[in-house]
């Protein structure tokens, strides 16, 4: 979760095993996808990082 919002990635991972796009309408609304989805993604590395700040 990004500050309430799905990961950007949920739908590369679920979309084989349910139909996320239809959860992730059903959950939230548009604008609150867009600020989810919307805007340059996280290197993995970064990801990284940010994680290991927030168990800190």
Do not use: Q
């Amino acid at each position: 979760m990004n500050d309430g919002l799905p990961c950007r990635n949920s739908i590369g991972c679920y979309k084989g095993r349910t139909d996320i796009i239809a959860i992730l309408r059903e959950k939230f609304t548009d604008e609150e996808l867009r600020k989810a989805f919307s805007g340059t993604p996280k290197s993995r590395i970064e990801r990284i990082i940010e994680s290991i700040k927030n168990e800190g």
